[in-house]
């Protein structure tokens, strides 16, 4: 239960005065609808009214703020006409001018002869200073009615800053003294005020920097923010290490026959990962561990080689690709393997229906099948294993802590691997995957080709044409990857049709298309037929992105490589990387090309270093928008800058650790702290997700 401490900031922002119904949508439209959204909805900029210039020196569309003289009144001769009043200082003269107000206020407001201070934006007409409607004229004698320093925050159409800084001071009133959750030392080394002070000044900018991500309140809002998440991924990772599990300890003997019929052996990386995971399979808990390795690292093999240690144990295991194509590929790839050393495998996708389907779920049932292969169809309600005991989870990286652990209910006891092939930089490993334990596979099987990167301007590509004719009546097989319009599916569609249409005139009969939209049979043949070497030069949206794997296909054109993310970009690069033959990817952009887009083709250029392609991505999108994670169920933080806050982060991660070693029921005072913290940022939810599982 959400402690009563809290119940001010859990609030409708309808409570607070000044907000209306219509109010109520714009406002929860731009921060949210709760008081606790309008406070972490923070400024963005500051208007300063401290800076006193003479008239003299002010220049055309500056703020301007001083004392002034009322020297005359004139009216206006028609309504059309506006109200001047002509003030100075003691350098020069000032017209304000105003319109639709009537004079009488404004005799009231500069009575001729006094002294007034006021505030607004100077604009020079034919060498005359002039200022319409001031944004504030206070008495002389009282300066501080007019506020020194203004906090603007970032808006939205029909909510006005003045407004928003009102309720702002409401809801800052409304935030109670709560018990300092953050460990004393700390506190005095970062010399960070307490949470209720923080979130004041951060609303109170006096100066540009404290705007800056490492202003000090700001810095201590986000290790807040960070403590609560790092520190409900702890707890979840501690139980599940609790949870009954069961151990599953193979012989070892079909893992050797395995090893004795690949054409390779391991590399260290394969050797090492395997062991971390097996350690875990061996263990009497659940697993629950994330696998990482580059395109092309051998993930398949290590994934095989731990599933017969499942099997070995006469127990079932299960893989879960998330696309029809790549469990086809897979289930290929295993079943090929699979078949020499006597363990049966079996494919499972919604497309598998009647007879066949039925056979199937009954030899799965009844123990006939090891190792079955699946898109997410594995896990409809009709498929009932004899034993399952291990699933790994493929490529899955768009998924969030909470669907993870649903998943991982559906097994009963089962250990769980989630393997992803898009790098993920540290920092998202640590906030997304805290509950999880990590392995890495850091190294690529000897003897791979570099991939040749070129860069070039889209009004190039008939020169890219020509050298690709010539390239493909080589027999080389190659990607044609059109424009990704994230808005508009239908456009992709249409620029990726005629894309196809004109490179088919040139290069005839050998050219294929394939993209989001077409049915799952049709998409298959095209892929069958490229695999063949009918189809030479395939055309697609990014539908390729995700490990399809056809060795002989050794160039990759982009088009519009701008529009791309880094990670997907070096998806797509990864693609044409499968054999020991030289491969080339060309990146065309298209103008203009902004200077986050130049720096991610350079990047491109100079590395094939996964991880390193990632931190970079991290670096230049911030937060929050990596691998497209926006809508993939990844924690955004409102108060943490996963590019400007790490070492915070690596600290609260080493805190939430420490904290539960001792004082694993958060029972102490601090304990109990910890749990308002835990509130507040609402990571309660999770924990409560993962007991009701
Ligand atoms: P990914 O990590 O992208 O899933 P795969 O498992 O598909 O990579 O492996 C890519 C290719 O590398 C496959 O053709 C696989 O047979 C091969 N491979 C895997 N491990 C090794 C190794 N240790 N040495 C040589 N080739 C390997
Ligand atoms: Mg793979």
Redesign the pocket.
Known sequence: MRPSILYPLFCSIDALNGVGQRYMKLVGGLCGAKVLDLLWHLPSNIIDRRCRIPLCQVQNGQLWTGKVRVVEHTPPKTKKHPYRIVVEDATEQLILTFFKTFGDSLTKQFPVGEERLISGKIEIFNGMLQMAHPEYVVNAATPEQMPQVETVYPLTAGVTNKMLNKLMKQALNNVPQLPEWLDEHLLKVHQWPDFRTALWQAHHPQNLDDLQPSSLPRRRLAYDELLANQLSLAIVRGRLKKQQGRVLQGSGVLKQKLLNILP????NA?KRVVAEIESDMFAPYKMSRLLQ?????????VALLTMLNAVECGAQAAIMAPTEILAQQHAA?MEELCEKIGVKTALLTSNIKGKKRQQLLADLQSGEIDILIGTHALFTEDVCFQDLAYVIIDEQHRFGVRQRLNISQKGKNCDVLVMT?TPIPRTLVLTQYGDMEYSK?DEL???RQPVTTTVMPLNKIHAVVDALQRKLSDGTQAYWVCPLVEESEKIDLSAATERYESLREILGEKVGLVHGKMKEAEKNAVMDDFKAGKIKLLVATTVIEV?V?V?AATIMVVEHAERFGLAQLHQLR?RIK?GSAASSCILMYGFPLSEISRARLNIMKQTEDGFLIAEEDLRLRGGGEILGTRQSGFNNFHLADMSMHTDLLLTATKDAALILQQDPNLASPRGQALRTLLYLFERDEMIRTYKAG
């Not at 390779?264 to 590399?267: H, I, N, P, R």
């Not at 390795?293 to 093999?301: A, H, P, R």
């Open positions: 390779f052996s391991l590399t394969q390795g580059d395109v092309g690292s051998g993930k398949t093999i790839a092939a596979i099987p000897a003897g490990g794997n060795p990864g499968r």
